[in-house]
T-cell receptor
Framework: DAMVIQNPRYQVTQFGKPVTLSCSQTLNHNVMYWYQQKSSQAPKLLFHYYDKDFNNEADTPDNFQSRRPNTSFCFLDIRSPGLGDAAMYLC??????WGYGYTFGSGTRLTVV | TQLLEQSPQFLSIQEGENLTVYCNSSSVFSSLQWYRQEPGEGPVLLVTVVTGGEVKKLKRLTFQFGDARKDSSLHITAAQTGDTGLYLCAGGVNRDDKIIFGKGTRLHILP
């Protein structure tokens, strides 16, 4: 089945140690998004790619970077994770920007120790 | 700032009961989406509504978009334990606007 796959499902990292989360999709969607979701909060958009065009949200910390080497893959790099970065990280795709309905991956739960 | 307010924040009811949860805004939205998110999983799209007054049904779930396109409701008939989860609404004011999410209603169906 076509889908969005995030790896790993759970990631434990040390304070300040760089970590990379990955997302792959078999839907051939043009747009990929990264969201951060903390407990009892709405998903917060970090950035998105429309094809290779990258768009960073104004309030996304510099600590967060992203790469999209091809249509299928997108990575979230956290250069120096702090305790406040512990969250669920969600990858989503859509056929067009802000399309009518996203397909989400299962998420990566990040713990910072 | 456009906001989507969801109510109630939490709802715990017995299996078999009916319930309604709400998504409200002071802005007019071009479309609204409803997602269900189970613990430890990503949100799954349930429905998109685009026309004021539109009603869509998905088995025991009924979604309505307000006539003025400022609000939406989700009604569940005869709730089941499998309905447990976080229900998120999301939408964009204009067709090409960024989608924003509400904080969700956390629903717990008791056996």
């Amino acid at each position: 089945d076509a889908m969005v796959i995030q790896n790993p499902r759970y990631q434990v990292t040390q304070f300040g140690k760089p970590v990379t989360l990955s997302c792959s999709q078999t839907l051939n969607h043009n747009v990929m998004y990264w969201y951060q979701q903390k407990s009892s909060q709405a998903p917060k958009l970090l950035f998105h790619y429309y094809d290779k065009d990258f768009n960073n949200e104004a309030d996304t910390p510099d600590n967060f970077q992203s790469r999209r080497p091809n249509t299928s893959f997108c990575f979230l790099d956290i250069r120096s994770p702090g305790l406040g970065d512990a969250a669920m990280y969600l990858c989503a795709t859509s056929t067009r920007l802000w399309g009518y309905g996203y397909t989400f991956g299962s998420g990566t739960r990040l713990t910072v120790v | 700032t456009q906001l989507l307010e969801q109510s109630p924040q939490f709802l715990s009811i017995q299996e078999g009961e009916n319930l309604t949860v709400y998504c409200n805004s002071s802005s007019v939205f071009s479309s609204l989406q409803w997602y269900r998110q189970e613990p430890g999983e990503g949100p799954v799209l349930l429905v998109t509504v685009v026309t004021g007054g539109e009603v869509k049904k998905l088995k025991r779930l009924t979604f309505q978009f307000g006539d003025a396109r400022k609000d939406s409701s989700l009604h569940i008939t005869a709730a089941q334990t499998g309905d447990t989860g976080l229900y998120l609404c999301a939408g964009g004011v204009n067709r090409d606007d960024k989608i924003i999410f509400g904080k969700g209603t956390r629903l717990h169906i008791l056996p």
